[in-house]
């Protein structure tokens, strides 16, 4: 394939598939009306689910943007039961903590239209954990630390994509962020230039599965054009 130099480093011809004006319009409005069927989800089946599907969709999350293409992520794809358990049991004990003492009676209140309390059974339940870890910076090859751009912005780009990617798969997920996480880089046994950003639950939902009903903001309530 053809490159040219830039800076000294190739660059590739860009394959970006480009359509038609009415083609364009058409899988734009299919994609949102796909993705505005996803929601989060806590009522899970135990119904297994490949590793393969796992893989691909953190091989979609990983195609994300990064600041500097450093890429500061880590996966952690959990199915072993025992540490499912573990984690539950941890994040439960910290929740436990919010809704007794950290959470103030405003957040509580707006959080009561989704029936979400310290009881997280779908940790075990669901037969797949996705912990995605940020990494505050790079280790080198002698240990040194080399700097990382961007990290929050990055990682969390590609939990978005992350999370479209098991909703395309047929998947239901949520993100769950018990306060303070650091439990999972404990339980997890991770490096210490990881943090947890987030934990997704993946997996199909329940047979009577039901969830909030809930309205999202209209475009003329979110967007601004110029």
Request: with cysteine; charged share 25%; net charge neutral.
């Amino acid at each position: 394939m053809p490159h040219k130099l830039v800076n000294g480093h190739p660059h590739i011809p860009y394959t970006g598939t480009q359509y038609e004006l009415t083609t364009s319009v058409e899988r734009a409005n299919e994609l949102y009306q796909y993705a505005d069927c996803r929601r989060s989800v806590r009522e899970y089946s135990d119904r297994a689910v490949p590793r393969e599907i796992i893989e691909q969709i953190i091989r979609t999350a990983s195609t994300a943007p990064s600041g500097a293409h450093k890429q500061p992520w880590t996966f952690c794809a959990i199915s072993d039961p025992v540490i499912k358990r573990e984690i539950r049991m941890a994040a439960e004990a910290e929740e436990k903590e919010n809704y007794e003492s950290r959470m103030s009676a405003s957040w509580k209140k707006d959080l009561a239209k989704f029936g979400t309390d310290m009881n997280k059974p779908f940790l075990e339940t669901v037969p797949w954990l996705i912990i995605v870890f940020k990494q505050i910076y790079e280790m080198g090859p002698n240990g040194e630390k080399l700097t990382n751009y961007y990290v929050n912005e990055s990682v969390g780009i590609a939990c978005g994509m992350l999370i479209n990617a098991i909703h395309h798969a047929g998947l239901a997920t949520l993100t769950h962020t018990p306060s303070p996480m650091n439990f999972l880089q404990k339980i997890l046994e991770r490096p210490i230039n990881e943090r947890a950003f987030l934990l997704l639950p993946v997996g199909y939902p329940a047979d009577d599965c039901h969830v909030p009903k809930i309205r999202r903001k209209g475009l003329e309530e979110m967007a601004v054009f110029y």
